[in-house]
């Protein structure tokens, strides 16, 4: 569990940590943000990391990069078709694949998406208070809500599939890392972040941890004065 100076916990289930052993995972809280447009030198930064990521992964399949493939079988384990619902990171990597580009959103965002396709990692970028209460992954019942980023109305989950969900019943991700809610993400007010790393690939502990080591530099350079917190909250030992 974690939630630093009034940050809402983020946990893992148990039963959830006894299934999917393979998990490794951390969490950055960060405070005194100013979201808002990318600004020039982090907009020039994430072109930069798209260019690199498409030459990397020209010719590549991405079923076989090894932390696309981890969260492939992960799916697949809890039920979900990998390929018609693509983990965030996933999906990332194939627009930059296929279009050459992804389309800057706002700093936050954009310097997440930075990070995801850096490390080949999905990420969760919550604003932390948007969501009620602390945030837990677990098998949803099929009552909870979601609120859809990508659509027009609220949803459930179905009955076992891994989501994000907040003390409220209310959906933050659903399918683990697939889709965030509407009211989850962050806006031009956010001013605090909770953003969970995770991975499930052999060399997952070194590639969270050097996920959490891009956000302490980048915010460092591109956010001067947010505090930034960062804990391990699964895969310690």
């Known amino acids: 569990m974690t939630g630093g100076a009034g940050f809402p916990p983020f946990r893992h289930d148990e039963r959830l940590l006894a299934r999917f052993a393979s998990l490794r995972a951390a969490v950055v809280e960060l405070d005194g943000v100013h979201n808002g447009p990318a600004t020039p030198a982090l907009f020039d930064e994430f072109v930069a990391e798209q260019t690199r990521a498409a030459a990397d992964l020209a010719g590549v399949a991405l079923a076989e990069v090894p932390s696309i493939a981890a969260w492939r079988s992960v799916f697949s384990a809890f039920g979900v078709s990998p390929t018609r619902y693509r983990n965030a990171a996933e999906a990332l990597l194939r627009?930059?694949?296929?279009?050459?580009?992804?389309?800057?959103?706002?700093?936050?965002?954009?310097?997440?998406?930075?990070?995801?396709?850096?490390?080949?990692?999905?990420?969760?970028?919550?604003?932390?208070?948007?969501?009620?209460?602390?945030?837990?992954?677990?098998?949803?019942?099929?009552?909870?809500?979601?609120?859809?980023?990508?659509?027009?109305?609220?949803?459930?989950?179905?009955?076992?599939?891994?989501?994000?969900?907040?003390?409220?019943?209310?959906?933050?991700?659903?399918?683990w890392c697939w889709r965030q809610s509407t009211r989850s993400g962050a806006t031009d007010a956010t001013t605090r972040l909770v953003i969970a790393v995770e991975g499930h690939h052999r060399g997952a502990e070194d590639d969270v941890a050097a996920a959490v080591a891009d956000f302490e530099d980048l915010v460092a350079r591109h956010l001067p004065g947010a505090v930034l917190r960062s804990r391990t909250v699964s895969g310690a030992g």
């Open 95 to 175: 627009r930059v694949q296929k279009k050459g580009d992804i389309p800057s959103v706002s700093l936050m965002v954009d310097l997440g998406n930075l990070v995801s396709i850096r490390r080949r990692l999905p990420l969760a970028v919550i604003d932390a208070d948007r969501v009620g209460g602390g945030v837990t992954v677990r098998e949803a019942s099929g009552d909870e809500t979601f609120d859809d980023l990508g659509g027009t109305e609220a949803t459930r989950p179905e009955p076992g599939e891994i989501v994000m969900v907040d003390d409220t019943g209310e959906v933050v991700t659903r399918r």
